[in-house]
């Protein structure tokens, strides 16, 4: 029995190391669209730095889960271990989004201020509360919350979608605009990668809970595709 309790409460402390994870990242993507707002380009280095740390905590998470592994014999345990490698890779790329964004606005201070930043920044504040809709679903283990974390995933594909054809519409009427817009189709690219992962972290928090995918196949609206020039 006292094994057993040492286990849980390693397990325990192991999805708090996995949420604190998951919040450095979102506040590195806040942070980087900060300063695409404030075009501040030593943040901008800052954040892009501060990736490093969440690297760091994804390398040492997986070595405490392999540990753990070792220990858990049980089916749940299996599928708490197999969650805690998937969550904290998925929070590690988010962390490298959001350097990438970071790393794009300086390139994109270059150029006069474009209008589209604004639309740049609510997609992103949309993909941060998914992420942090996904991360409370896996702590609270809370199977309608990452459902519906998976479900509002096709709002942010159409606000990507919408933001996608203004930025093509706008290079068009002004070539000279060309090359801050492409920054900025990567960085909503980016934005719209981060809601991914926060939905594969919803759909990683409903297997640990139910030991298998969601029913029902995950509604997608990114119609960046067919708005792309032939």
């Given amino acids: 029995m006292h094994i057993v309790r040492s286990y849980d409460e390693e397990q325990r402390q192991l999805v708090e190391q996995i949420i604190d994870m998951g919040h450095v990242a979102v506040a590195q993507l806040e942070a980087a669209l900060d300063v695409v707002e404030r075009r501040d380009d030593s943040a901008a280095r800052r954040v892009v730095a501060n990736d490093e740390a969440i690297d760091d905590a994804e390398r040492r998470i997986s070595h405490e889960v392999m540990l753990l592994a070792l220990r858990g014999p049980l089916a749940r345990d299996l599928r708490e271990i197999l969650v805690g490698v998937r969550i904290p890779a998925d929070i590690e790329r988010i962390g490298d989004y959001a350097a990438n964004v970071a790393k794009r606005s300086i390139a994109l201070n270059t150029a006069p201020p474009l209008p589209h930043t604004a639309g740049l920044r609510a997609l992103g504040m949309l993909a941060a509360g998914q992420v942090r809709q996904a991360l409370r679903a896996y702590r609270e283990g809370d199977g309608e919350l990452a459902l519906q974390v998976r479900d509002n995933d096709a709002r942010l594909d159409q606000q990507y979608t919408a933001l996608f054809r203004e930025l093509l519409t706008y290079m068009m009427e002004d070539p000279r605009t060309i090359t801050p817009c492409t920054h900025l189709l990567f960085m909503a690219k980016n934005l719209e990668r981060i809601g991914d992962h926060a939905t594969n972290i919803a759909e990683n928090a409903?297997?640990?809970?139910?030991?298998?995918?969601?029913?029902?196949?995950?509604?997608?609206?990114?119609?960046?595709?067919?708005?792309?020039p032939p």
């Fill in 206 to 228: 409903w297997f640990l809970l139910h030991g298998e995918p969601p029913p029902e196949p995950r509604d997608k609206r990114d119609g960046t595709a067919a708005a792309a």
